[in-house]
Nanobody
């Protein structure tokens, strides 16, 4: 079954940077409508940034100017570059997207398992 696997989370200091990666398994031939979401402890899951067929690039207000989402279909990868990290960015970050295992059948919306990002001094 096609999967998305996140990596790159960890501990960062306020003002620091992290780059999250999301890799699709080998059976995936194409990714579309990708996004990063996050969920802090005791909080609801929220959209961080997305690249969709209908709306193009969308970045949450709290992430504008600090976070950048990118998609590389040659590598089946989605990235989230996070700069100027704040304590309040601490959360589990999830990658999601429509994964195509064949262009002969519709894609499936898939979520990764999440990667923990902790911002602390």
């Amino acid at each position: 079954q096609a999967q998305l696997v996140e990596s790159g989370g960890g501990l960062a200091q306020p003002g620091g940077s992290l780059r999250l990666s999301c890799e699709a398994t080998r059976d995936v031939v194409y990714l579309s409508n990708v996004a990063w979401h996050r969920q802090g402890a005791g909080k609801e899951r929220e959209l961080v940034a997305s690249i969709t067929d209908s709306s193009g690039l969308n970045v949450a207000d709290f992430a504008k100017g600090r976070f950048t989402i990118s998609l590389d279909n040659t590598k089946r990868m989605v990235y989230l570059q996070m700069n100027s990290l704040k304590v309040e960015d601490t959360a589990v970050y999830y990658c999601t997207g429509d994964v195509w295992t064949s262009f002969m059948s519709p894609p499936q919306t898939t979520w990764g398992q999440g990667t923990q990002v902790t911002v602390s001094a």
